[in-house]
């Protein structure tokens, strides 16, 4: 769909002119300069030529067939630009022009006026308030963009919603000595969007990883579901900006309103297998390495050093982001005892010492590798002014070569031997200032490796009576419905709940004792603050007797009889149907821990059996559960199951708009969880 | 004390050679190349020059004063080399040499052979196994060091533990583009150690902020005390490596072993006043900051950009670490408004747009600097390819000249705009790379400013009989006193407690009722755990009963009757004297949030009053201290002033090893707090 876009053969710009500080100047100097295997037509009736091309008096005037016609000409004549484009049979208009939807009123007037001329033709409209794409395919080489990194071939491409920030993401990785592959930013995509792009890199054989700046998203469960299918074969990774405006939201007295925006984004982006990242230098260096390197099988890292300290650096470092130290074979440490120096420390990591010769590097290289239980190696490397380092980097390149495991690098080094950093990043390998960032690269290389494990789970399957269930939330009105009809729905999804009947009139049911009475009424939210629960009845009179006084308290409200259950540990379930999201799953221990230390974790539905494991694991109050020191651990088997259940009723029951169960009370391992209480507001 | 170390007159090397990979050529080429002021000495019997220097066949034959002599020779010649410049009058050996202490066996020998040769003519030793050190006075201009980072003048000085660390921080220090003042590197420390280095950079009046690489300390007293001399004036950054390994230390059963090593760091320093960075990258950058700005007076910055996306980085970066937008005045915003283009956002923060001009920054510059609501500036810069960048960056250059609030800058660039961060960093102002390393160095000077604050608190004073305490301990065993005793002692600090009578023989002493029977046994440490508490006696029949049964089961125990105190919430205050450090104290909230949550605040003591405050805010539970959502607040003054009688006791008992009051029980606002078990270990 976007070849056109991304492979034109032809590109016009309107706007082009002679003046070097105008946006028209500069795409025309860019196309030109980095060399656009198609052909530029400068478009400007007042000149004949442009920066040594011809220039055409419009658009109408090319001779050949025109991909892209970029327009940087003032924003109330861009819908008859795009217009005498439709005429010329233009695929693509890039509109770098800013003053549209951006700035409201007439500006989103002026937006809708182009894409009704777009429309017409069928145009294709990128932008507008876009910097624009580029291309570093050397078959293409298109730079159809008025920013400022050179066009270097790299593995890697770039969507960014912001331009500066789509150019601070691409001129930081250049800094770090990568190119890039495609590069796109498109500004208020008014028509072209970040999902279409996504899914052109996805197909892209030359993408190997994917870097995203995001603001905002238009087409949630569409970027979900085009990056999951993505994030099998390549790695996405994205920065999200905004987020202290949207964490100010301010959190209401519901629970299920804890869904703050910016978990909601983690959620999101957890269910995508997209890997977010909260400093962009850090997405950076892990997509270079992402983009160059094949995936670690498994968390175990193997380091080589030549200097003691930033290898102790390198350990803290990948210890404290989830990796591990290889255990080497015997035969491993046997064999560096044997090849290295006498000085040298033939453990993890391995310390070849400042004076180690390329020989050195080639064998321990070669050592780990072979080694089964190294997954990847990190190198922390310095210059010593007493070595030959750039033959060290050969040694490094050449045995590279060689490798069937991912191998990152940290050198520290200056000018004299810069040669040394070069001669390794020509092999493919990437190269880091500190240890620390190349540690992290490699951390997040292992985390990309879960993902795809994760997206090859399938959903769980938790039986259930859809039909059922949806015949009784037909019966109810819209808003929270009835306790008994909740609870109901439940049993529906056989979802073990406390035993819940509705009082009829006067009339209390039967159950045994003792028991506990409900006031069910969907104004009250807390009912246990406002009265509205009386515990540990234990006969019938004391039932009747909490009955006629809650009935005073609460004229008119009706009212459900339970079981009162044994204690246990708390704990509370919700559903909440995000708008344009779909169903977001929240857990959490009951009692303080959700509603003062807002100790939850999030995950859209559906679960697979892992998700929920890995769901009830992420709160730092998961311990508890866990048991030791006097607590006894908890039935987390039966609370899986239990989050599954809930899932498959997100999935089923769109209808559910919102559901808490609170509490929950999880028994000791073995004996099961029990909902004491469902609330369930209907669409 | 270290003049001669760090300013020089003559410098020998022994070891210096013609070998260009040897230690010892390269020490005499850095003295030469980066233009030593006093007078180098190459010392070898088989050369008579090196570099183009008259070389010295022993340092007798040196005709000048030699204030340092580098040590590049083997490790066995080493104690005789040190030996022949003590008749020489050295005053400083630098051993780069390595060998030594850090291989152990022989090698330890032979650095006390070093060292005792030195004692007898009162030589210093620096080194061995070092670096050595530089320093940038352009009076001076000394690299007696064999690493590789030019000698570059700046205003931070750099000690380093590990030489590859030390290097590692200079360089990058290098490559964000500033130079240093002072850098020492001294490896083993057998006699000039971190301590006498900070005190000599904390007197030189051009190091204006001090960065260290830390990995072990010995002397941390003294080091505390010379930190928090310098902090009120410099700013002391440092990264400690070897993290997880010391994580690894179990943590035992008792709860005062929770005091890990990793947060006895955060202790030491946070009491000594210096910034922990987990990051070398994130402390570099601030030193940076610090060392050419002043100090920000308050916590909101004002920003300026000229794209949006860098900018809203910015925002969402100093919200996260800290600070806050400024709220300009109406005077400001009416000024920027008259003085911008229209399209200017001209609140925080203030969006000049991408077309700005010299003087639209000049212009907002001046504002921000005038508005006494703006603490700090932050300049979010990108380097639009249409204006004149490095008009804008003389114009802030300019500007900066007469501003009386810091400037922090951050620039996305590439070479064709290069001037553009030179002439900004010219300026004194620091510039970097990233929105995000700008506005985390920009919290980091607020952070620092917050330290000197601090610095400034006296320690809290609570009163209490310290003879009396002493009395009562000197009365006791080592080991666990008994609970009365303890109980005896915390009243002698006026601490509020439950009333506890020791049970003398079979005769159960009167107390209300209801109350509580305890063992009282040194060893058993969890009470309730092994059935060692009854509680809510109601009577002395009850007491008599469940006496009878303990002392059965306890044979031989001795016990004490308490009164029954009312529920509260439990918290959990303890001390540890740390070997070498001193008293450290823990706070924590009792039951599972100490024990299983490992929610905990650390202090070193004297508190002062408002340590005692951080103290409990600190903890992730403090919302449950805090009240609210049907929780009491708690009283939250008199556990501060429990904190403080603590503090007061741990300084003037240094008897006392080992304290834990726990559980203490905090009552609702007003109604104070009351020790309920306390364990006290006496040295």
Redesign the interface.
């Known amino acids: 769909m976007l070849d056109s876009l991304f492979r034109p053969r032809g590109v016009a710009v309107m706007g082009a002119s002679n003046n070097p ?3 028209g100047h ?1 795409v025309v100097k860019n196309l030109k300069t980095y060399g656009f295997k198609g052909e530029i037509y400068p478009i400007n009736p007042k000149q004949t030529e442009i920066l040594g091309l011809k220039a055409y008096p419009t658009i109408q005037d090319v001779p050949g067939p025109v991909d892209i016609c970029c327009i940087a000409v003032k924003s109330v004549l861009v819908p008859q630009m795009v217009d005498e484009c439709g005429k010329k049979g233009v695929k693509f208009v890039i509109i770098h022009t800013a003053g549209f939807r951006e700035m409201g009123g007439e500006g989103a007037k002026l937006e809708d006026a182009l894409l009704e001329a777009a429309r017409k033709h069928g145009v294709r409209v990128y932008g507008p308030n876009c910097q624009g794409i580029m291309n570093s395919d050397p078959d293409v080489s298109v730079y159809a963009n ?5 066009l270097n071939q790299g593995k890697v491409s770039i969507i ?9 993401i691409n ?2 990785l ?2 770090m000595g990568s190119g890039f592959r495609i590069y796109a930013s498109h500004g208020n995509a008014s028509d072209v969007n970040t999902n279409e792009i996504l899914e052109y890199l996805g197909n892209d054989p030359e993408t190997h990883a994917i870097m995203m ?1 995001i ?1 905002s998203m238009k087409d949630t469960p569409g970027f979900i579901e085009r990056c999951r299918k993505i994030a099998r074969d390549k790695s996405i990774l994205a920065i999200r ?5 949207a964490a100010a939201t301010a959190v209401s007295s519901h629970t299920g309103s804890l869904i703050q925006q910016d978990s909601l984004t983690d959620a999101v982006f957890e269910r995508a297998g997209v890997m977010r990242f909260q ?3 850090e997405m950076i260096a892990a997509g270079y390495a992402l983009s160059t390197q094949p995936v670690p099988s498994g968390p175990n890292v193997g380091i080589i050093a030549n ?7 390198a ?2 470092e990948c ?2 982001n989830g990796l591990q130290l290889a255990k080497f074979s015997d035969e491993t440490k046997k064999k560096l005892r044997d090849g290295l120096i006498p000085e040298a420390y033939v453990d993890n990591p391995v310390d070849v010492a400042a004076t180690a010769t390329p020989e050195h590097f080639a064998l321990t290289l070669d050592l780990l590798n072979k080694d089964p239980n190294v997954d990847s190696i990190l190198i922390t490397m ?2 010593p ?3 030959d380092c750039e033959g060290l980097a050969k040694s490094i390149s050449e045995a590279s070569g060689k490798l069937t495991k991912p191998i990152i690098v940290s050198v ?3 000018e ?2 810069a040669g040394t950093v070069e001669i390794i990043r020509k092999a493919g390998i990437p190269v880091y ?5 190349a540690s992290r690269a490699l951390a997040a290389m292992v985390r990309y490796g879960n993902i795809r494990k994760r997206l090859e789970e399938p959903p769980a399957q938790a039986g259930g009576d859809k039909a059922r269930a949806g015949k009784i939330l037909s019966a109810s009105k819209a808003g929270f419905i009835p306790q008994a009809a909740a609870f109901d729905i439940l049993a529906a999804y056989n979802i073990p709940a406390a035993h819940t009947l509705p009082v009829a009139g006067a009339n209390l049911p039967e159950v045994p004792f003792p028991a506990v009475l409900k006031v069910d009424s969907e104004k009250i939210v807390h009912k246990s ?1 406002e009265g509205g629960v009386a515990l540990n009845l234990g006969d019938q009179e004391a039932l009747q007797k909490a009955f006629k006084d809650m009935s005073g308290r609460f004229p008119g409200a009706n009212f459900v009889v339970q079981e009162q259950c044994p204690a246990g540990t708390e704990v509370i379930i919700g559903i909440k149907r995000e708008e344009g999201i779909g169903p977001v799953m929240m857990f959490g221990l009951g009692g ?1 821990y959700v ?3 807002k100790d939850v974790s999030f995950r859209l539905a559906p679960l697979s059996e892992a998700d929920a494991s890995r769901m009830v694991r992420e709160i ?2 998961f ?2 559960l866990e048991g ?4 006894e651990p908890s039935d987390i088997t039966a609370l899986e199951k239990l989050l599954i259940k809930v899932s498959q009723m997100a999935q089923e029951l769109p209808e559910i708009i919102e559901m808490d169960l609170n509490p929950v009370i999880v028994y000791p391992e073995g004996k099961g969880v029990k909902v004491v209480d469902a609330r369930i507001k209907k669409q």
Not at 146 to 150: D, I, L, N, Q
Not at 241 to 245: I, P, S, V
Not at 433 to 437: A, C, D, G, L, W
């Open positions: 500080l105008s946006i500069i008025f920013t400022f990194t050179p960014g919603q912001s331009g500066g920030c789509a150019e601070m001129l930081n250049r800094n700046h603001e900006t905004g987020r202290t405006q400093i962009a230098e200097a003691g300290g930033p290898g102790i650096i350990i803290d210890i404290l310095v210059t002014p007493f070595v520290l080094t200056n004299n031997w200032n500190f240890p620390e960032t603050d303080v509603e003062m230390l730092r109050s311990p508890l030791g020191r006097g607590l």
